[in-house]
């Protein structure tokens, strides 16, 4: 167990929908950071946010966004969902903004339909 | 050209073999890191690195900055160590992250 959680585990919704995807951090860690894994694109960094402040940005699509709260945990959103935004969404999480190792979350699984 | 290359694609070796897994970039980066995802699809984080070598039970990394290479050494390979090893580097420029497309590792009993 990483300490990082990630919920839902799995999701199923509909082309043009709009999906949330929660993940809390572990404990003590400030950064959290964001990753896709398509299975033709393989993984991709997302977005990393650093107590609260975006920190670094990928290839983050506009129809999605993210934010991380004072507590710390962090939410994906992703909205006028296409078939191609099928994917496992990762979130991990490290105790400084850069050179500490990060801890990754199990993932959702994201099915669009 | 990506900018992190990993080799081989593939690799299908007997259990307690020695096994290699490489990392080449081309780009100024911070920090690479070996990722480890079992066909659950769970990541694990094995090693970071900026210089020199860390060793982890019968995982070894070495990085050498000035050749831009990295390498990933499993020693007494056993079927649980089958996974997919992923490279990934933390950019210089800008902080993003860039990841390898993975080697998928099967060791066979």
């Known amino acids: 167990d990483s300490g990082v959680t990630q919920t839902p585990k799995h999701l199923i919704t509909a082309t043009g929908q709009r999906v949330t995807l929660r993940c809390s951090p572990r404990s003590g860690d400030l950064s959290v950071y964001w990753y896709q894994q398509s299975l033709d694109q393989g993984l991709q960094f997302l977005i990393q946010y650093y107590n609260g402040e975006e920190r670094a940005k990928g290839n983050i699509l506009e129809r999605f966004s993210a934010q991380q709260f004072p507590d710390l945990h962090s939410e994906l959103n992703l909205s006028s969902l296409e078939l191609g935004d099928s994917a496992l969404y990762f979130c991990?999480?490290?105790?400084?903004?850069?050179?500490?190792?990060?801890?990754f979350g199990q993932g959702t699984r994201l099915t669009v339909v | 050209k990506n900018e992190v290359e990993q080799s081989p694609q593939n690799l299908t070796a007997q259990e307690g073999e020695f096994i290699t897994i490489n990392c080449s970039y081309s780009v100024g980066i911070s920090a690479l890191h070996w990722l480890q995802q079992h066909p659950g699809g769970g990541i694990v984080s094995l090693f970071m690195?900026?210089?020199g070598k860390k060793k982890h039970g019968r995982l070894i990394a070495t990085i050498n900055i000035q050749e831009k290479h990295s390498s990933l050494h499993i020693t007494a390979s056993h079927p649980r160590d089958s996974a997919v090893y992923i490279c990934a580097v933390n950019l210089n420029r800008d902080d993003k992250i860039i990841f390898g497309k993975g080697t998928r590792l099967h060791i066979l009993p």
């Open positions: 690195l900026s210089s």
């Open positions: 991990a999480s490290s105790t400084l903004s850069r050179g500490t190792e990060a801890f």
